[in-house]
């Protein structure tokens, strides 16, 4: 199941997962097999009741606001956690009874927890708090796997973002959805899969 399945990365990760033969349940506010908001707590259950039991749930959704420290106020910064640390997190908390035992959950964050980047800090915040949840929950839920891929800036999002991360190496969608496959077919748990 693929959450964001719409967006730049989950149309990435929907082909290639799709190529390697999985089959995929799309997931988004707008479009998508079934239509869920994942900030939502009611349509959580609504999701999982339609979804039925998954080998693997992919995220590839959350919103952050950009803005630097002096334009970012307290609901930007409880906007970033609602729609990319606390969506996630109850995505994985409601999906643990419908996710095969031996299934795994990937989680979405990015560059910024780990490399300062102007106007990012409520990115930062978000991006390190999923990671953080990760590990522990890796703990945890095992056997089941749990792992967040943090790619850099994409090199199909340069025509928005480029200014934000000057001299950043980009990485292409193709080996954002590579990262998606490695968490979803491999054996790690608790793992931050950082790209490039
Ligand atoms: N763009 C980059 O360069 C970059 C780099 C590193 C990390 N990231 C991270 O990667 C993630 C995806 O980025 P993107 O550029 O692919 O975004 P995007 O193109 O805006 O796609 C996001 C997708 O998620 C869906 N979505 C958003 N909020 C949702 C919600 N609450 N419930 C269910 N579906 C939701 C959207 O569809 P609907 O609107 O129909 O729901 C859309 O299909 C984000 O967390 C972003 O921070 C992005």
Redesign the pocket.
């Known amino acids: 199941m693929i959450?964001?399945?719409?967006?730049?990365?989950?149309r990435a990760v929907h082909r290639h997962l799709a190529g390697r033969g999985h089959e995929i349940i799309t997931?988004?506010?707008?479009?998508g097999d079934i239509r869920?908001?994942?900030?939502d707590p009611a349509q959580l259950d609504q999701l999982w009741a339609q979804a039925g039991r998954v080998d693997a749930v992919v995220c590839?959704?959350?919103?952050?606001p950009y803005a630097t420290i002096d334009e970012l106020s307290s609901e930007d910064y409880q906007a970033a956690f609602t729609?990319?640390v606390l969506?996630q997190i109850n995505l994985v908390r409601t999906g643990l009874g419908h996710v095969a035992e031996r299934g795994s959950f990937t989680l979405?964050?990015?560059?910024p927890s780990r490399d300062p980047v102007v106007s990012a800090a409520a990115?930062a915040m978000a991006n390190g708090a999923i990671e953080a949840f990760a590990r522990t929950a890796a703990v945890e839920i095992a056997p089941r796997r749990i792992n967040v891929v943090s790619?850099?800036?994409?090199t199909e999002?340069l025509d928005d973002?480029a200014d934000f991360f000057p001299g950043f190496v980009p990485v292409p969608l193709a080996e954002v959805a590579r990262g998606f496959q490695k968490a979803v077919e491999g054996a790690a748990t608790g793992q931050v899969i950082t790209l490039p």
Do not use: L, M
Not at 36 to 39: A, R
Not at 60 to 64: K, L, M, P, T, Y
Not at 108 to 111: D, Q, R, T, V
């Open positions: 959450i964001g399945a719409a967006g730049k990365a989950g997931v988004g506010r707008s479009s869920c908001d994942i900030t590839a959704a959350g919103e952050v729609q990319k969506a979405i964050s990015g560059i990115a790619p850099s800036v994409f999002s973002y």
